[in-house]
Structure formats: structure tokens, C-alpha cells
């Protein structure tokens, strides 16, 4: 299956949705502030009065007959400011109740263009704003507004991811991308670890570009700090996406996925079969004797056929065992470290991990290695089995980026930061 098709699943972004009945908690505070200006501020006796009837109005919580009685105080003449702010507030504070948000939000535009709004209190209104047009899905207005309470309350989690989300509802991919990763570098400065909603958005972002190194990137943090199957499925997809790993590559790699505890039926018995094929009948004995005692094979109609598998297996294995002593003085005295790596991995196979680290640092030493980077996951992974996951993770890392094998290090070096 191809990566663009399965990734389809794990892309199916959850944007956070404002519900229809917003938060009315900063227009309570306004409200307030404008009750108690219509009290101590000096009212013309045309305003005064009718706007007393509209916030008694208000207080029994008839919203309706409020909303009317304010717009017959907005249409007398010759207002003073003060009373322009007051009757605003009011009107959107109805429309609020009412659940009337564009004519509420448009009542806010007029307010902020006409400077009603208090300095210190300016931020709080534009947020305000931008959450209501992110609910009536004017994600162009959201973001935009959004960007501009970010320009004065700068380290708003929740606002940028916001902001972000707009960007991406807008099929505006490059300004989500850029948004997400913002609060992203935001959220590490402040020491958090990014939101897995933030980096899915951050992924489907990068993904609807066609940047499939970033979309990779992405995901190892996914499986870094929120593990699960499915990312890893879509992570071992992108991993055999156009590789062509050599039977000891394709163990390795089949090592990791039994790491993860998501190794099919299938895929043990071609572990084991490849184990066989490359002479590491140890390794062919270990995972099919796992493979039964979790359940996993011994089941239905290909049972006698594992059961086969696993008697030769066990035969070579024994065989092997007796023979290895012989065979590694013989490797140690070669003149390059090739015989020796191949010890290693016998010594792997068996669970012998001291020393199989130890034969693969000597074929290393001795030079005249081509599979060094095969060489040092292997390392890695016999660390790991001795529960010592930095030196794990230093061997991986020694995998350069330009390695066929490095996105199979670090997601090796992943699961070894686990056992930290």
C-alpha cells in the first residue's frame, strides 16, 4: 500500500471546534463595565431613560424586547461617546443571548474601528472576535484577528494552535505549516512537550504539501512522546517505501517491528526464515519459540508447518552453538573484520549479547567492514537487550543521515530513549 493512500486515516485531522454556544464570560465582564458606566457616567435624559428600560430588560432576561428597545436608543441622534460605547456593548451582549454571533461580531467591528474599546482591554476584545468568526467558519477574519491579539499576547498556546487551524481550514497548507510549528517552538521554550493534536495538524500540513522528509520528521515525534500502532503501520510503510534491504537489513528491520509488539503471524516466520537463510539458525529458534509462547503461531492450518520450522530451526541452532567457539578464533585471526561480524550476529541470534558486542567492536576494529552501519544498529540492539539504552542510542546515532539505513536507526534510537 502506498504511503499517500494509508496516510489518509492518521491525516483525518480532529480541528478543534468552537460550539455554537460560545463563551460568553468576556462579554459579561463588557456587559458589566457597561452597566456601570450607564450609572455613574452623566446620561442625556433621551438616552438615560430608555436605556434604563433596556438593561431591566436584560436583567429579567428577555432578550428580545432588550435588543429592541436598545436599537430605538441607537437610532436617537446626536449621542456623546460614551453613550455610543454603552449602547454597543449592550447590543452585542443581546445578540450574544440571542446567539445572534455575526451581528454580534459585526457590532465588535464597528466598536474596534471606532476605537471603543480600553487600551488594556483591547487584546481580550480581538481574541473575543477571532473566536467567533472561527465559529461561524470565517477562518480568514479568525485568522487575521488571531494573528493580531498574537502580536500583543505573543505565547498564547491556544491561540496559535487556533490560528493555525484556520490556516489549515482555509486549505492555506504553507501558513498552517508555519503556524503549527510556531506554537511548536513556542510550547518547547516554555519546556512543554508539543500537543499530539498540534503535531497531527503539523503532519497533515506537510503531508497536503507533498514534503514527505518533514511529514517523516513529524511522525518520529509522534512515535517519540504518543506511540501506537497506527503510527508506527504508517511509519513502517514510509520505511519500506522504495528501499531495497538486504536479507540482514529485512531482519533488522523485522526486529524492530517484534520491538514495537506489532509483528504479524507472517512476519515471524519470514524473520525466521531469513535467519535460516543467511546461517543465524539461533535467531531463527528465538523468534519462532517467542512467536508460540505469545500465541501467535501454532495456530490453524499452518501450525505444523511452524512446528517444522521451529525443530529445524532448534537442530541448527543446537549445531551452531557447539561449532561458534571453533569458528571465532578462526575469525579473530583474519586479517579483515568481516568473519567476526558474522559472529556477532550468531551471538545475537542466541541471546549472547556481551558477546556478540564484543565480536562485532572487534570486525569493526580489525577494519575492511562495508556493513558498518548494519553493524552498529546491531550493537545497539544487543545493548538494549542488557537494558543499557544510552549506549543503545549511541550506537544508533553513529548511522549517519546519509545512511539507507538512518531512518532505521533513529526509530530504533526511539524505541531505546522507552527504556530511559
Not at 462579554?27 to 433596556?54: D, I, R
Not at 520491538?259 to 535467531?283: H, I
Not at 509462547?293 to 501454532?298: A, F, P, R, S, V
Amino acid at each position: 500500500m502506498q504511503p499517500n493512500k494509508k496516510m489518509i486515516r492518521l491525516l483525518r485531522v480532529a480541528l478543534l471546534g468552537i460550539c455554537s454556544s460560545i463563551a460568553v464570560a468576556p462579554l459579561v465582564t463588557q456587559y458589566a463595565f457597561a452597566a456601570k458606566a450607564a450609572e455613574t457616567q452623566q446620561l442625556s435624559a433621551k438616552v438615560g431613560k430608555p436605556l434604563k428600560q433596556a438593561r431591566e430588560l436584560m436583567d429579567a432576561k428577555k432578550w428580545k424586547e432588550a435588543l429592541a428597545k436598545t436599537k430605538e436608543v441607537a437610532a436617537i441622534e446626536n449621542k456623546s461617546p460614551m453613550e455610543e460605547t454603552i449602547i454597543n456593548e449592550m447590543l452585542a451582549y443581546c445578540m450574544v443571548n440571542l446567539k445572534d454571533y455575526a451581528g454580534a461580531v459585526a457590532v465588535y467591528e464597528k466598536m474596534l474601528a471606532a476605537g471603543q474599546f480600553k487600551k488594556e482591554e483591547e487584546p481580550k476584545r480581538i481574541l473575543n472576535m477571532s473566536q467567533i468568526y472561527f465559529a461561524l467558519k470565517n477562518y480568514a477574519k479568525a485568522a487575521e484577528l488571531g494573528e493580531r491579539y498574537l502580536k500583543a499576547v505573543n505565547n498564547d498556546l491556544e491561540v496559535m494552535h487556533q490560528v493555525a487551524q484556520a490556516y489549515y481550514l482555509q486549505n492555506d497548507f504553507v501558513r498552517a505549516e508555519q503556524a503549527t510549528q510556531r506554537l511548536i517552538d513556542t510550547a518547547q521554550k516554555q519546556g512543554k512537550v508539543a500537543d499530539e493534536d498540534w503535531l497531527k495538524l503539523l503532519m497533515s500540513s506537510q503531508h497536503k504539501q507533498n514534503k514527505k522528509p518533514a511529514v517523516i520528521a513529524t511522525l518520529e515525534q509522534l512515535l517519540s512522546h504518543y506511540p501506537n500502532e497506527q503510527y508506527w503501520q504508517d511509519m513502517f510503510t514510509y520505511l519500506l517505501s522504495g528501499s531495497s534491504f538486504s536479507d540482514r537489513q529485512n531482519i533488522i528491520y523485522l526486529r524492530l517491528v517484534k520491538s514495537t509488539g506489532y509483528l504479524q503471524a507472517n512476519e515471524y516466520v519470514e524473520m525466521a526464515e531469513l535467519s535460516l537463510a543467511v546461517a543465524n539458525p539461533g535467531d531463527a529458534k528465538a523468534v519462532l519459540e517467542d512467536g508460540f509462547n505469545k500465541g501467535i503461531l501454532g495456530q490453524g492450518d499452518s501450525k505444523e508447518r511452524e512446528l517444522k520450522l521451529l525443530a529445524m530451526a532448534r537442530t541448527q541452532a543446537a549445531e551452531d552453538l557447539q561449532l561458534l567457539p571453533s569458528i571465532e578464533k578462526e575469525a579473530a585471526a583474519k586479517p579483515t573484520g568481516d568473519a567476526l561480524i558474522k559472529i556477532g550476529e550468531a551471538y545475537l541470534g542466541h541471546g549472547q549479547y556481551e558477546k556478540a558486542i564484543a565480536a562485532f567492536k572487534g570486525g569493526l576494529a580489525k577494519g575492511g567492514v562495508k556493513i558498518q552501519d548494519e553493524v552498529n544498529i546491531n550493537i545497539g540492539i544487543a545493548y538494549m537487550a542488557l537494558n543499557k539504552p544510552q549506549e543503545a542510542i549511541s550506537a544508533f546515532k553513529t548511522v549517519p543521515s546519509s545512511s539507507p539505513l538512518a531512518l532505521m536507526s533513529r526509530l530504533w534510537a526511539i524505541q531505546a530513549a522507552k527504556a530511559k
